[in-house]
């Protein structure tokens, strides 16, 4: 009987942190921002069928980025307990915080007990009722849960394009504002992103009980200018 | 509450129905037991609504009464509801059951729709109603029936469709028309005289206030205008932009005219 090498535990998480990591870098990278009206929901995303951006309930929206299949699993398992959730009790009764540690649970479950870590990292917004109940649940691939009230950048190259964002974030931006932002953050100086790149959608005050909508096409392209 | 993560081959789909079978919340059947002789009649019983097709949509309409037995049991409930932003319910017979069918369908098609990512087409829609009858059937035939309507815009195909069902499931469209519900013989009656092609969305709701006026005229279960109360039938129209109920003062005004027309005439 052979006896198993010895790997010190801080190695078996640095290698598994690594090897989500560089799963994660290789995506494009997507952004999530408050502004006057609601959350902006912006992902470089050039597949018109395969979704980053996603409506889970009346006032939450998700986004995800990473390995599709495994972050689309999560999406629709967050869909599913939030509409059990509603069903059994009420619909004020579903909230993303409770959604946010349920992922939280699962992807700090996968990464020490399982083969591999997830390669995701998600995004859960909630609109509130007023500006400043907006939330934004930033997720890693551990487990890591963050807080955020401003915006967040998931997926590749996250470092540059946060800084690029702070430079033209504002408190209470229009929407043709706080879009403009994470466009040209997301684009960076040398290029530039069309409709057609774009998936983008938002929650919105005045949408009534679904607030999640999508703006696509021409919409999207008049509000790009 | 645990969270919904199935392996693949357990996984219930996009539908909330298979879902909630898979985590073993679907409503015992069996816990009703035998029905009594006498039936369930402290049960409320909705009465009447029917659904007009016109050249850009549906109307649907539904009166505003309960009945249990030969009592009055709600005077203001309702029976008109939008299924999603683009279809509506409408809903007779035992209204425990059917309230509960409407909220059930209602998430069925929110739940497809988000889970997949695009809306069921209309017929997909109302093939779900079917299924949804049919596993109620054990519960009619103890005497607790559900008779819906459903209609909707069918964005496919450019105009208004409207499908009536009965106990078993069966689905029946219709192409002008339909009327479910104790008065739904007089309501027919109304719309079978005065519908025509040519009718618009103003003349269609005059034209469903009528129809449930006259029902209720015939029918003691079917509720008329409460002008007193100022309780006034439910109606909506399904067009292209989408499920719009009417204003309450809208069909007070045009109850209104109604009886100024029907006392006008009569005398």
């Known amino acids: 009987m052979t006896v198993p090498m010895y790997v010190p535990p801080e190695q078996v998480m640095k290698d598994r942190a690594d090897y989500a990591r560089k799963g994660i870098a290789r995506g494009r990278a997507s952004i999530a921002s408050t502004y006057r009206d609601g959350v902006l929901l912006c992902a470089e995303n050039p597949s018109n069928t395969l979704r980053k951006v996603s409506e889970i309930y009346d006032r939450i929206g998700f986004m995800g980025v990473g390995k599709y299949n495994e972050f689309d699993q999560l999406r629709i398992a967050g869909v599913r307990h939030a509409d059990l959730k509603g069903y059994s009790y009420s619909r004020a009764d579903v909230d993303a915080r409770w959604l946010a540690n349920q992922y939280a649970q699962i992807l700090g479950q996968y990464f020490t007990h399982e083969m591999k870590p997830l390669e995701v990292e998600m995004l859960i917004a909630e609109m509130g009722p007023e500006p400043d109940g907006d939330r934004l649940f930033h997720l890693l691939y551990d487990g890591t849960v963050m807080d955020m009230t401003t915006f967040v950048v998931i997926g590749g190259e996250a470092d540059v394009i946060r800084e690029r964002m702070e430079a033209s974030w504002a408190t209470g931006a229009d929407l043709d504002t706080a879009l403009g932002a994470a466009v040209g953050a997301l684009a960076g100086p040398d290029r530039t992103l069309g409709p057609e790149d774009l998936e983008v959608a938002v929650l919105a005050r005045d949408n009534g009980r679904r607030a999640f909508q999508r703006l696509e096409g021409e919409a999207l392209a008049a509000l790009l200018g | ?267």
Do not use: C, W
């Open chain 2, 1 to 267: 509450m645990t969270f919904p993560l199935f392996t693949p081959a357990e996984d219930p789909g996009p539908s909330f129905v298979a879902l909630l079978a898979r985590l073993g919340m679907d409503r015992p059947e069996s816990d009703l037991g035998q029905t009594s002789p006498h039936g369930f009649e402290g049960v409320a019983h909705g009465t009447t609504v029917l659904a007009v097709r016109f050249a850009d949509g549906v109307v649907m309409a539904g009166d505003r009464r309960a009945t249990s037995g030969h009592l009055i049991s709600h005077r203001s409930i309702e029976k008109v509801f939008p299924a999603d932003s683009g279809s509506g319910v409408a809903i007779a017979g035992a209204a425990g059951p059917a309230m509960e069918m409407v909220r059930l369908f209602q998430l069925q098609l929110e739940h497809y729709e988000k889970v997949e990512g695009n809306p069921l087409s209309l017929e997909g829609k109302a093939n779900q109603l079917t299924l949804m009858l049919r596993s109620h059937l054990p519960v009619a035939m103890m005497g607790l029936p559900v008779v819906p309507l459903f209609a909707g815009y069918d964005q496919q195909q450019g105009r208004g469709r409207l499908f009536q069902f009965d106990i078993t499931g069966g689905r029946y469209e219709e192409q002008d028309h339909a009327a479910t519900g104790s008065g739904s013989l007089h309501a027919t009656t109304v719309m079978k005289l005065r519908f025509n092609d040519t009718l618009d969305a103003d003349s269609t709701l005059d034209l469903a206030i009528e129809a449930l006026f006259h029902a209720a005229d015939e029918d003691s279960a079917t509720g008329g205008p409460d002008m007193i109360r100022g309780i006034f039938p439910v109606l909506a129209t399904i067009t292209s932009s989408g499920f719009e109920r009417l204003a309450d003062e809208d069909v007070a005004r045009r109850t209104s005219g109604l009886l100024d027309r029907l006392s006008g005439g009569s005398r």
